[in-house]
Each structure stands twice: as structure tokens, then as C-alpha cells.
């Protein structure tokens, strides 16, 4: 879920009357709700109920409100409606005393909804997924709320981005040191994308995994040697290969690629013009004339390599690791000997990109009667109680312990494969934008045993990029780099292209392209971000 912040949805004039209409704050109605599942005694919202049977919610009090209150969140699934009958929804009532009407819309129509509702001035109490550079301008006419303002009844969050992880105001908030944008914590697991090989293949004719660059080399002129009409490395990234492989060379970990941050000098630099990146683009090269790189690699489709990496035409590949469970169910009655597994990264570094620790989906809490409410309700969702709901559920009512510590589902145990996504249909779990602090023990962070063993390769000597830091630009620098940061990229891909699959290209086109790419602004862009990073560090 990369965040592709730059670009605005609505103009500033939009927003300016988005403020006024919203003003007089979102209406809610509790006529015609449906009692909780276990509807609260008389005497205020979830009386009766103690705090301490729900576990650990960070030193919040339950229920959150004294009166019956209707929350209006609006976010993407692709589930049906997520209506009264959902178990979410039901608890939630019955725990904080609010009852959340879940607005969804599928991720496919949700980005049209959203700039509708945002024009029409009726937002709701909590959405999801303004782009940070409109939501800080909706935040600073008094559209949202700062939630830092608010920071003294939310426990949770303050412990986890004003004292664990302070860095979180400067990087998500605006320049006055307002936050808008209600963070996620700790979604990613370790280890989720990486090269990947047939064990199958590569025992079957002796060849072991690589353990550097030039081991993987071997490994691939061997394969086409005894496949001479393979191509045994494929890709279906297009021209995210390039990304994908930037890890390896140090020169890329996070959303801002082409761009990065080099710890040796504490600089943003440019990928496509390092000398690291050349090494990159000419190993490639050597792979693409020697026959070992599928010459369509950049542009396959899904379907056209998934026939490779199910047969015999390619063997090695960069992709999620999902994939390594999914291919095998996919072929096994035809191959039951098929054996798609993690292999070791590819690249001088030996490294592969670290995942952020907190992320940011652009959560925001409408400025209206509700929003003391709504906060709380984030809060408590932000809570290892409201993790736990969430991306759990509710022991003894709709799943029990097993004996590995990870829950099992009675309802569900006729069901081949019970993911975030059946949970989410079933019970209204795992709500993108309603998770804030997903449980460890949850089925998504439960690891097959190829799974595993990529989470074991990489963190055992914890074989990862160091993250890049997550800068806060100014509004000025968000428009320059609008319009530098498309055409800059278009080159740069097109020259990747060239390079590899024209012969003649080589040392002199390469300092040519640098030549070329540096009057079309690159150091204009270079210095927004330094200048980001020295703000940055300043604030330390």
C-alpha cells in the first residue's frame, strides 16, 4: 500500500468550500440501531461492563461514551456490507458503547466515492485514504482534527507515536507540528518479497541456491544449459524490477524510489545515476545476451509468467512470498515434486528492503460533535484489546485457542484456507483503516513452513536495508516535485530499457544520460529532499 502523496485530488478551492459545508459537523442518527450482542443495562452505553474482561486496552475506559453514540466510518473492503449482523460491529457496541456504521466501498470505486463525499462538505466521523498533502490542508482550516491536540485522553497513542516512536509527528505531521493522519503500528511482517527459486529443479540437476551474485549467475547458466530453451529468470514487475533489485546494490529502501538516502554521507541521492546502479543495470545486461533473463521482463504479463514459473520455461523469479504456497497448490496434482522456495537476495549488499514499523493509511477524524468519540475509538482499536478484536476476534465466540497459540475458527474448519480475507466477510475483521494494531498471533502473521523459512533467512542475520527516513514536505516542494518527479522517473526507465537491451549502449551513454537527466531538474529534486532530511535531523 504505497502512499503516492504528491498528487492532489481536489484544488485548493475545493477544499476551502469542503471546509465551510463541513463546519457544521457530520450528522449521526441512533434510530433503528440494533442492540449489541449483549445488550447494555439501563443506566448508559455498555454500563455494566468492565474494562479489565476485554484485556489489555493501554488505560483506556470502557465503555468509551455515557450515552448511545453512531460513529460513521468510512473505508475500502471487498466484502458485502458490513451491516448490524457482524460480529464486529456488535462487539464493538457492547464493549465501548458505540455503535460504528461501516461505510465500505470496494477498492475499486472507493477513490471516486471518497473525492464525491470529500466535495460535497458531509464527511463522515472517521475515513480513509485522502492523500496526506489534502488531508494537512483540510487539517489546518479546521476541516479534521489534530489528533496530538487530543493527545491527553488517548493513551495509546500517545505512548506509541509521541514516546515510543516520536519521529512519527515530523514525519506525518504539517510544519506546525500537527498530526491529521492516524498511524497504523507494526502491520508489516519482517520478511514479504524476495527472490525466489525451484528447489525442485535445482536438486534435481545439482545446482546449489547462491549464496552472492556470481553464484546466481552460475546457478542460471547452468539451468539454461541443461534447459537451452528456457529463459530461467523471469519477471512480471515491468520496470519495478528495477526497484525490486535496488536493495541488493544499496541504493533503494522505501516508497521514495528512484530516490534514497545513503547512510555512508547522510544524503538523498538519485538511484539511476549512481555507479551502483550501473553495476546493476550491467549484470542484467550480461543476463538479458546470455539468454538467462526472459527478454520479456519487462513487460510480462501475470498469466504469461505464471506459465513460466509453473513449468519448465523459467525457474527463478522476484515476487511475495505468498506466492511460494500458491504456485504449488496451483500444479500439484500435475507435479507433486514442485518446490517453489525463498532464496538468498541478489547483489553486493546481500540485503533485502526493510518494512516501516508504522504506517500511514491517511486515517482522519472529522472536526464535528463527534470527534471526542471518534478518537476514543481509534485509541482503544490502537490498544492490544482492540488488536486483538480486530484481527482475532472474540474468544469463545468465534474462534479458541489452539495449541500452537494461534486461534482456530469452529465455524470456519470446513473452509480450506481461513484468511484475513474470509475473516473479514465472515465477522468484519481485518477492515482496512478499522486494524491499528494487528495481534501477532493473528492467521495473517501465521507462516507456512516455506513462509518461515524466508522470515528465518533474512532475520537471522537480519539481512535487510537500513529504512529510509520518512521526510514532511512543505506544500511548496510538494508541487515542484510534482512536476519533476513523473518526467525525471519516465527517463530514467526508458534509459534502464536501452541500456539493457540495445548492445551498443554502455560507459559513454551512461554518462550521457547523467548529462541529459540533470537539466531536466534532477538537482532541483535532490536539494527538496536534502533540504527535507536537514529539517529532519534539526528536529531531532
Known sequence: MAKKWINMVAAVTMLIFV???CSGGSKTSNEGAAPAAEPAPTGGAGAGSSTEQYGDTGGLKLPLVDKPTTIKFMLSSNSAKIGDDKLIVQELE????IKVEFQTYSPQTYQDKLKVVVASGKLPDIFIGLKPAELKKIGQQKGVVAINEYADMLPNFSKLYLQENNWVIK??????GNIYTWPIYDLNRDVNHGFLYRKDIFDKNGIKEWTNTEEFYQALKKLKEIYPDSYPYASKGLANIFRDWSFGWGIGNGDNYPAYYDEKDGTWKYATVQPEHKDMLDFMKKLYNEGLMDPE???DTQ???TTKMTTDK???TWDWIGRLDLF???VKDKNPDYDLRYANPVGPTGHVRTLPKVSDFSIAVANNKNKEAALKLLDYLTSPSGGELMTVGVEGVNFEWGQDGRPVYPELKDLPLVDIGVLEDRYGMWLEGAYLRPDKRSVYYKFSEKEQEAQDKIMKEDKREPMDPILNFTDDEISTMAELQTSLQKAAEEFNAKYILDKSYGDAQFENFKKQIAKQGLD????IYNDAQKRYDAAK
Request: proline letters at 0%; aromatic letters at 18%; charged letters at 30%.
Open 171 to 176: 514525519s506525518f505531521g504539517d510544519e506546525k
Open 19 to 21: 471546509l465551510s459545508a
Open 314 to 316: 523459467s525457474f527463478v
Open 524 to 527: 532541483d529534486l535532490m536539494k
Open 328 to 330: 504449488y497448490n496451483q
Open 94 to 97: 457492547k464493549r465501548t458503547g
Open 297 to 299: 521482463f519487462l513487460t
Open 303 to 305: 498469466d504469461s509468467w
